[in-house]
């Protein structure tokens, strides 16, 4: 099935031989680290098996949010949000960054509850955030049929455009002197001395003293042929694009049984909020127990199906030589098919009632793969065991807002500056150390 359509950017046809840090994964949490890094000074290579962008992060809703994350991930949420405020002046490109406000619809008691407790939460940020009455959802929302008392509004939510953002933050990087390889998978790394000492990629070897692993979906697997266990599901997600809508809300919403937000273009993404779609797959048995506390937490808002991914990924190779073709070289882009129940209950419910979508047209519709870490919260740390080797995944589909305050965490961690809020939180050993692992819900 046809992806979205992501700015192209294309790949410098030459490769260094050495650089500082390699950085593998060209999504936004990669590009970021990129950019971060060569502002800096820093001499980076970044490596993508595909196109910038072309998976998970060209396939997300676009939301830049602080509310409902989980409480752990706040800190830089609120450093990510400073960065794009300021990014498309900083990079001198288009990211689709605004800051809309986004809408939290009490559903139920519960719903109400947890929705007041963010604005004394946002406040220690010095972001605004309120409660809102039905009155003042209906005009915010003019028209919409709502049997909600109450919902959150926080103006310092936002959205930007996934085809845009990682294209343009990797072009800025390039512009400070980073090297972007697309279409050069790194095989695998090097280490000396007990150190990283480079990558080995399908195009040659790069020397480097650190190197970045940001592959998404993917970093479970190139993790595990370097001897490193980095426990990481997959979940599907589908996603709505309409042609564009007149007069249509602003204000992004997330309500019973849709949400949506506008697009730069005029029309609209439309998700549902059920649309969770969990492949069983060899590593669903691999990584069970430390999934086990998510299954009980969250069960409830996701769909467990077997297909022939099983197969796929059980006849996919888990070990290989540098010299060897690998999966990233086998697979350049994931590219699922779209889920078409839930998503056209969530169109068909918000015709029913909004009316100004009662016309609205699907222009195209994708699915994408969330990289998911047991407590829903990243990893973005470095390896003990590997001096040089630092990963960035896990984002549990939370990465497109966060990805530039990710990516500036990255940097301070690869070149030993004060990071920019407490990494503990975001440590790799938290899954080995006996810690307790605790899925807080959320969005």
Avoid at 235 to 259: C, Q, S, W
Avoid at 273 to 287: K, L, Q, T
Wanted: aromatic share 10%.
């Amino acid at each position: 099935m046809p992806g979205p359509k992501v700015v192209p950017v294309q790949g410098d046809a030459h490769m260094p031989a050495r650089v500082d840090v390699v950085v593998i994964g060209g999504g936004i949490i990669g590009v970021s680290t990129a950019l971060e890094l060569a502002e800096r000074g820093v001499s980076v290579a970044l490596c993508e098996k595909g196109g910038i962008g072309e998976e998970q992060s060209s396939r997300n809703w676009g939301w830049v949010r602080i509310s409902w994350r989980d409480p752990r991930e706040v800190p830089l949420m609120a450093e990510a949000i400073r960065i794009w405020q300021g990014l498309d002046q900083r990079i001198g490109r288009d990211t689709g960054y605004k800051q809309c406000g986004i809408v939290f619809a009490s559903m139920d008691e519960k719903y109400e509850a947890k929705n007041a407790e963010w604005p004394d939460i946002l406040s220690n940020y010095q972001m605004k955030s309120r409660m809102i009455d039905g009155p003042e959802f209906s005009g915010l929302y003019p028209g919409m049929k709502h049997d909600f008392k109450s919902a959150l509004y926080t103006p310092a939510d936002g959205r930007a455009e996934p085809q845009k953002a990682a294209p343009a933050i990797a072009e800025a990087a390039r512009d400070k002197g980073a090297h972007i390889l697309t279409k050069c998978a790194v095989r695998g790394i090097e280490t000396s001395g007990g150190r990283i000492s480079g990558v080995v990629t399908e195009r040659g070897s790069i020397a480097c003293s650190s190197v970045v692993l940001a592959g998404g979906a993917w970093s479970s697997l190139f993790a595990r042929n370097a001897g490193i266990d980095l426990p990481q599901l997959k979940v599907m997600n589908t996603v709505i694009r309409t042609k564009p809508i007149e007069g249509g809300p602003e204000h992004t919403l997330y309500g019973k049984d849709f949400a949506f937000r506008k697009r730069q273009d005029g029309g609209y993404t439309i998700v549902s909020r059920y649309d969770n779609i969990v492949e069983i797959v060899p590593d669903s048995f691999r990584f069970m127990l430390k999934f086990l506390p998510a299954l009980k937490s969250e069960w409830r808002s996701l769909r467990f199906r077997v297909s022939g991914r099983f197969l796929e990924e059980g006849r996919m190779a888990q070990r290989w030589r540098m010299d060897e073709e690998t999966p990233f070289e086998r697979c350049r882009v994931l590219d699922p098919k779209p889920s078409d129940r839930w998503t056209n209950h969530a169109l068909a419910q918000l015709k029913k009632d909004y009316p100004v979508f009662a016309k609205a047209e699907i222009e195209q519709r994708w699915a994408g793969y969330i990289d998911v870490s047991p407590d829903a919260v990243p990893v973005i740390s470095p390896v003990e065991d590997v001096p040089g080797f630092f990963i960035a995944t896990g984002f549990s589909g939370h990465g497109f807002g966060i990805g530039p305050g990710a990516g500036r965490l990255m940097a301070d961690l690869v070149t030993g500056h004060a990071p920019c809020v407490d990494p503990t939180a975001f440590r790799l050993s938290r899954f080995f150390d006996g810690s307790k692992i605790e899925v807080i819900s959320g969005v």
